[in-house]
C-alpha cells in the first residue's frame, strides 16, 4: 500500500537514488550524488527552507517532491516552489504521482500557502500531467545564473 509521509534523515540514500532517476530524465541537469544528498540533508535539518515528501511502499521510497518556501509580493503571502518530483518507474501511470502530488497540494493549503510554482521540461508528458491538476503554463520565461 502507498502512503505519503514527511521524509527523514534516514532516507538520504533512497532520494539520492530518486534524484538521479530525475536528472537522468531532464535536458538541464546532471547526476551528483554528493550535492543532492548535501542539499537534501540541508532542507531535512532546516524546516524554515522546505519539505520533503516521500511516497512509501512498506519501506522502500517509491516517489518524492521537495517542496522550498519563498514568499510571493505579487499574492502577498509565503508561496512555495515545487521541486524534483519524481515517481519510480514501474509505479508511474497508476495514480502514485497524482497521490504524491495531492498530498502536496493539500500541505500547502493546510500551511497557508497561497501559490505553488514549478518547472518542467516542456518535452514530457509532465506539462499534461500538471495540467490535469490544476497548473497552468505561465508567460513567465524562467532564466538562470549558475554561480
Do not use: W
Not at 530525475?22 to 548535501?38: I, N
Amino acid at each position: 500500500m502507498l502512503e505519503v509521509q514527511s521524509a527523514r534523515l534516514d532516507d538520504l540514500p533512497q532520494l539520492c537514488e530518486l534524484l538521479e532517476e530525475l536528472f537522468a530524465l531532464e535536458a538541464e541537469f546532471k547526476p551528483d550524488p554528493e550535492k543532492q544528498s548535501r542539499a537534501l540533508r540541508h532542507i531535512l535539518e532546516h524546516p524554515e527552507v522546505g519539505h520533503i515528501l516521500v511516497l512509501r511502499e512498506e519501506n522502500k521510497i517509491v516517489g518524492m517532491v521537495s517542496l522550498l518556501a519563498t514568499v510571493s509580493t505579487a499574492c502577498g503571502g509565503p508561496a512555495l516552489i515545487l521541486e524534483d518530483m519524481i515517481v519510480r518507474k514501474e509505479q508511474r501511470s497508476r495514480g502514485a504521482g497524482s497521490l504524491l502530488l495531492g498530498n502536496a497540494m493539500a500541505y500547502a493549503r493546510n500551511h497557508g500557502f497561497v501559490r505553488i510554482t514549478l518547472l518542467t521540461d516542456r518535452d514530457t508528458s509532465a506539462v499534461g500531467f500538471y495540467e490535469k491538476h490544476g497548473f497552468t503554463l505561465s508567460h513567465m520565461v524562467p532564466m538562470r545564473l549558475h554561480l
